[in-house]
């Protein structure tokens, strides 16, 4: 853990061990897996390839890679570094463990399969790593060197995050912290399919001099003004919070908060910024503890921020003008695929209930439905054949016209897997007046 203002590191301490095994303990500068707080380290680095004129933000991101996105029925121009950095690009939410360490899957052949578009690019928050998935891609392709090698010359050396190591790289199954299971089992090394959203391990100690440049607090900046403007500005709004590039923003008690959590099997961070303050809280743990993590981050920042009740990492989807519930409510009948797949699906939308068919199996009632702002949102038990125990498909479709079109996740106990939806109106229902 670690507390800093102004660039100065207030306190930082380490609790319990690193390793049971070797009894060896955890320190401020013992690094912890980080998950989902790499993202705003790979945003760092396109911000900084950004203010270089390497980058454009809001150019078509097809620009900086070698291999074209997938045709789909949305925009691919309108996919910016800038979106894909705020989960705001129109992707599926996606995750999925590399099938050897340290070798992921090229990312060309992972986007085939799996990055259509499921929503116009600046319409909603999804959260995605297969956006981080194309910024890492972009970061190579700019740059000439492995995204493991650009992320250290333009970000970790010029910030002095000395303790920081991939998960690709040797050194990490020493120095990282090694994870364990809810029941305090050692987990297996294991290392994610989209390295740039989730790969780096880094110690409290290093989590407080980097937000100290994104907040342009530290007398040393190795991040200039503008590439600190476009970490923090505003990319997508709902009601008082914002997604920006790599961080959830908000504010409590008239003050700017910025968050970031990560969570994988035997990591749990939190990363938290109150810019008008100059100050970081950094919470890392190495169990799947992600309450543990946000109630500790919490208390902290309570003793800050007057009325600071706690901050999610999820943003609504912003209002906008929609049918009601009841002109969506019918069958609706279409296809759902991707990874060359391409399956019969089958939605049914009542008052009281929502069910949907994969192909000619029987209707499986959907818990958790839901029609807001002309968005529907659902849960169904099962998966696709030979589904794990416990797999749910998690539904999200927008009404567009006469269609209902979106993305369904396989999510079971390892992976969480998108399919692209659309949807024809079958039966019942109101008119199909278009959807502002």
Known sequence: MSVARGGTILW???YGLADVA???P???????????VTKPVTTAAVALLAAAGRIDLDAPIARYLPFALPRSDHDAEAVTARRLGAHAAGLPSFFRFAARPGQPPETAALIRDYGRLAFAPGTLYEYSNLGFALLGAAIVRVTGWRYEEAVRRLVLAPMRLRDAVFLAEPAARTRAATRYADDGTPLAFATTATPASGELCASAHDLALFAAQVMGVDARAALPAAARAALLAPVLRSGGDYTSFGWMGTSVGGERVLVKNGGDPGAATRLTLLPDRG??????????????VAEVSDRIAALLVPGWSGVSEQ?????RAARPAAAIHGDWRGTLGNAGIARPFALRLAPDHAACRLGDAAWRRCDEAAIRDGIVTAICPGGLD??????RLDLRLVA????????????????TTPYVV?????SGGGQAAAVA
Request: no cysteine.
């Open 12 to 14: 930082q301490a380490g």
């Open 22 to 24: 070797s009894g060896r």
């Open 26 to 36: 955890s320190t401020a500068h013992t690094p912890f897996g980080l998950a989902s």
């Open 279 to 292: 100050v970081s809280i950094a919470v890392l743990t190495n169990r799947v503890n992600d309450a543990f």
């Open 315 to 319: 943003l609504a989807p912003p209002r």
């Open 386 to 391: 030979g589904a794990a125990a416990g797999t």
């Open 400 to 415: 567009a016209g006469a269609r209902l079109g979106g993305r369904v996740l396989v999510r079971d106990p390892r992976a």
């Open 422 to 426: 659309t949807l024809d109106r079958a």
